[in-house]
């Protein structure tokens, strides 16, 4: 059974400063990983996804891939009230399968 | 990115009625779609797997003969939720996966919250 894990936080972020999530996942083979953005009462949405070890950068966004330590990170820097959310990581192996996810961690950029 | 329309966003319905939950992808073919189910302060789970022209594909746990679903094209997929029990109150959402770009990445509808009274 394919598992992904995330610390469920809730982490606190001064505004400005840089968020850092994480997230394991169990599947060694597995090759793409995705993170959604889920505001209370809304669905997810897709913020950024990466496939090859090392950072990916999008904005204020940065993915970062460790497939020999099965780690996946997101860093949002200069943190905004608006990023408050709960951060999903998802697991989706090859990349044309259903994608697990983790529980989420639930972030809050303190004004 | 593409764009997944859901319909209705709400609805409140009497136990035993059946609901129909529209999925629509708008700017993309998806020939996967997929339905998940979230309560409040829970992660999302995956019902099924919805293939454009052949049946669904359940997880585990989900009765197939309550939770209909129906994939006749490449850009809707319904689900009705049959004798719906106020249990099945929830917040229902699909997904589609959007191939063209070669990422398979996932977009999700704006939900369809259910209660069922």
């Known amino acids: 059974q394919k598992e992904v894990e995330q610390n469920s936080g809730p982490l606190s972020v001064p505004e400005g400063a840089i968020a850092s999530l994480n997230c394991t996942y169990s599947?060694?083979?597995?090759?793409?990983f995705f993170w959604y953005r889920q505001y209370s009462g809304k669905s997810p949405e897709l913020i950024m996804f990466?496939?090859?070890?090392g950072d990916k950068e999008d904005g204020r966004f940065t993915a970062q891939l460790n497939k020999a330590s099965q780690y996946v990170s997101l860093l949002i820097r200069d943190s905004q009230p608006s990023d408050s959310a709960t951060y999903l990581c998802a697991d989706g192996n090859f990349g044309n399968e259903k994608l697990t996810f983790g529980t989420g961690t639930r972030l809050t950029i303190i004004p | 990115g593409a764009v997944v329309s859901q319909h209705p966003s709400w609805v409140i319905c009497k136990s035993g009625t059946s609901v129909k939950i529209e999925c629509r992808s708008l700017d993309f073919q998806a020939t996967t779609m997929f339905w998940y189910r979230q309560f409040p302060k829970q992660s999302l789970m995956l019902m099924a797997t919805?293939?454009?022209?052949?049946?669904?594909?359940?997880e585990q746990g989900v009765e197939k003969d309550k939770f209909l679903i129906n994939h006749a094209s490449l850009t809707l997929s319904t689900l009705t939720v049959t004798s719906a029990h106020p249990e099945d109150s929830s917040f229902y959402i699909c997904?589609?996966?959007?191939?063209?770009?070669?990422?398979?990445?996932?977009?999700f509808g704006p939900g369809t919250r259910l209660t069922v009274t």
């Open positions: 990466i496939y090859s070890n």
């Open positions: 997904s589609a996966r959007d191939v063209a770009g070669g990422y398979h990445e996932q977009y």
């Open positions: 919805s293939n454009e022209g052949s049946k669904a594909t359940y």
């Open positions: 599947d060694r083979g597995s090759q793409s």
